[in-house]
């Protein structure tokens, strides 16, 4: 894990030492273990890299780092299954001369081409120089785990871990006013419609799942995507029992591989299914003492308290808590937004800063977590009605088991005439969706009139999903999940830990897109595979609860608190300034909200002013 950049021009006195020390002194927070700089004799490439070391730890593993006299890569992150792809690579005659992934990715790239990436399990962000075909390759892991962001002006290419390092070398930081639109009024902190654009106009991120190559001769820059899931190839000859037997292998197996260190290892610990999960799988592989690391908010009604001791109770693990208060988030809010970037959607984030910061504090480097659970397995709630109107189309008797199922559960999603209607007339749901879309962003009257007027109509199209594997995919590769990615990645890099996430392992994914709906919610049951997975190796009671919960603090609190109301005011003032609020909106009175409410504009408007500012 580590912080990366890089800059390619035809101009040699762009690339230069003091420029890319520029770009890693911004990136130090990334990688405090280390720190290095390479520019080839024709001046035309330099690379920079922040290192912290977590396999390999000798001067071996230190980068840039070169092979065959040919390549040279800056590498940001972790390839789990190195060490069978190095196996393979010897085997093919290339040799080693450290223990690091880094240098079996080089290798790989030499053997295998950009199809490299198919071998890859693992999370990273990468760029190759090829000096031989004046070439650079660039890539970002499936799911977005690892950031990669760049600037192209037809002369220059720059690239970087974090835009804070685009901005030190004098890229302008201008904010994407329509992106901040879209923020205020429905919440969304990435562009469905379009993978790379980011809240600053000219700076891009590398899409998930893709590569780049850029032929500096021609100043030729193309982008692909090299890997995908089939959404509509369900295997229904498989039986629950075989589902169940093949998601506990691939999922154990990808724990495996995400335990392999040369520095300490922990867990977060949120004492919901997935952390426990986690921990429960570590524990059957290599029974210890870990350390896990929690949020606990006494007193609030969605604290996770007693199920965190139960859970450590049961493997005899050592617990650390942390518990964040109003007057933390004031005093730490500008320093993580500083680190964030782009808006985030609750105060969540906050807790989970401090979590990693405890972690690191505690002299863990490595932690594993259960992210990404909820959007491969159908965790949410809401994913109740897309299935059931799945089953109103082809199964109404399961249907009707599914749905007594679920009340006596004690599940209160809803389901009446609209969800019929959408389940039979799937044309006009995505029409009334659209239309609930544009309502809901005239409805924040606190918008400049000419800000409306200007970015009214480029809110993002709703695609209308018929079939549960379709809104899983859309969570997963297009909407949802790589926010919470780069939630986790920006707070635990600033503070020099890594997190690394089990449950995104590409061939556990590819096996779930494949099973049949019915194996994911069952008997009323959200995640029911995974539930039946883990039930025996869980305390009892937590395989099979249904009060999800989630990570989620007492927002709504603190924001009553009148020091967080100031600094809210505070930040209306500068969105006034910006042209983005109407002048009225700084009389209105504070809308405290619970963390992910749908109408969260108080809190959108604090995170936003603070950016801006």
């Given at each position: 894990m580590c912080g990366i950049a890089g800059i390619i021009s035809g101009e040699a006195e762009q690339v230069s030492v003091p420029r890319l020390q520029q770009m890693t002194g911004a990136l130090a927070h990334r990688?405090?273990?280390?720190?290095?700089?390479?520019?080839?004799?024709?001046?035309?490439?330099?690379f920079g890299h922040r290192r912290l070391a977590i396999i390999d730890l000798s001067a071996a593993g230190a980068q840039p780092m070169h092979y065959l006299g040919r390549y040279t890569i800056v590498h940001n992150g972790e390839i789990y299954n190195y060490i069978e792809i190095r196996e393979?690579?010897?085997?093919?005659?290339?040799?080693?001369?450290?223990?690091?992934?880094?240098?079996?990715?080089?290798?790989a790239y030499d053997c295998y081409r950009s199809d490299c990436l198919q071998y890859f399990d693992g999370m990273f962000a990468f760029a190759i120089w090829d000096e031989q075909e004046q070439t650079l390759f660039a890539a970002r892991d499936r799911f977005g785990e690892k950031p990669f962001y760049y600037y192209f002006d037809g002369d220059q290419f720059v690239f970087a871990s974090e835009m804070k390092a685009l901005w030190t070398i004098g890229i302008e930081k201008q904010f994407n006013e329509k992106m901040f639109f879209n923020y205020f009024t429905l919440g969304y902190t990435q562009n469905p419609a379009n993978g790379e654009e980011t809240f600053y106009n000219g700076i891009n991120k590398l899409p998930a799942r893709s590569f780049i190559l850029y032929h500096l001769p021609q100043q030729r820059l193309t982008r692909s995507l090299y890997w995908n899931v089939d959404v509509d190839f369900v295997d229904e000859s498989i039986t629950a029992e075989q589902a169940v037997e093949q998601f506990n292998h691939l999922f154990h197996q990808s724990v495996q591989r995400r335990l392999r260190s040369d520095v300490p290892i922990g867990t977060s610990l949120s004492g919901g299914l997935d952390s426990s999960c986690v921990l429960a799988s570590i524990q059957s592989m290599a029974p210890r003492q870990y350390k896990t690391f929690s949020a606990i908010f006494p007193g609030f009604k969605k604290d996770e308290s007693a199920w965190i001791k139960k859970v450590t109770d049961h493997f005899s693990a050592q617990?650390?808590?942390v518990q964040p208060n109003a007057d933390e988030a004031i005093r730490d809010f500008e320093k993580i937004c500083y680190h964030q970037e782009e808006p985030f959607q609750s105060a969540s984030v906050l807790a989970q800063y401090y979590v990693y910061e405890r972690a690191k504090q505690e002299g863990v480097t490595v932690l594993l977590d259960g992210q990404g659970a909820d959007e491969i397995l159908a965790g949410y709630h809401k994913y109740y009605h897309w299935y059931w109107q799945q089953l109103f189309r082809e199964n109404k008797n399961r249907l009707q088991h599914e749905l007594g199922s679920a009340r006596r559960l004690g599940i209160a999603e809803p389901w009446g005439l609209k969800n019929k209607l959408a389940a039979a007339f799937p044309s006009y749901a995505g029409w009334y969706l659209r239309r609930q879309?544009?309502?809901?962003?005239?409805?924040?009257?606190?918008?400049?009139?000419?800000?409306?007027?200007?970015?009214?109509e480029s809110y993002y199209?709703?695609?209308?999903?018929?079939?549960?594997?379709?809104?899983?995919?859309?969570?997963?590769?297009v909407n949802g999940l790589e926010e919470l990615l780069r939630y986790a990645d920006r707070n635990s890099m600033a503070h020099g830990t890594e997190v690394r996430l089990p449950f995104l392992n590409h061939e556990l994914v590819k096996l779930l897109f494949s099973t049949p709906a019915c194996y994911k919610i069952k008997d009323g049951y959200t995640k029911w595979l995974q539930r039946k997975g883990m039930e025996d190796?869980?305390?009892?009671?937590?395989?099979?609860?249904?009060?999800?919960?989630?990570?989620?603090?007492?927002?709504?609190?603190?924001?009553?608190?009148?020091?967080?109301?100031?600094?809210?005011?505070?930040?209306?003032?500068?969105?006034?300034?910006?042209?983005?609020?109407?002048?009225?909106?700084?009389h209105k009175k504070i809308q405290p909200q619970e963390a992910h409410a749908a109408d969260n504009y108080d809190w959108r408007y604090l995170v936003a002013g603070q950016l801006l500012s």
């Open positions: 990688g405090p273990d280390g720190e290095a700089h390479w520019i080839n004799e024709s001046s035309t490439i330099g393979t690579l010897l085997q093919k005659g290339y040799s080693f001369y450290s223990g690091s992934d880094t240098e079996v990715i080089m290798a617990n650390y808590t879309r544009a309502n809901q962003q005239l409805r924040v009257h606190d918008l400049n009139t000419s800000f409306v007027k200007e970015y009214g199209d709703i695609a209308h999903f018929d079939e549960l594997n379709n809104i899983l995919y859309y969570n997963t590769f190796k869980l305390p009892a009671g937590l395989a099979w609860r249904t009060d999800k919960i989630g990570f989620e603090p007492p927002q709504q609190q603190w924001m009553n608190n009148q020091r967080l109301q100031e600094y809210i005011h505070e930040a209306k003032r500068i969105l006034v300034k910006h042209g983005m609020l109407k002048a009225q909106a700084l």
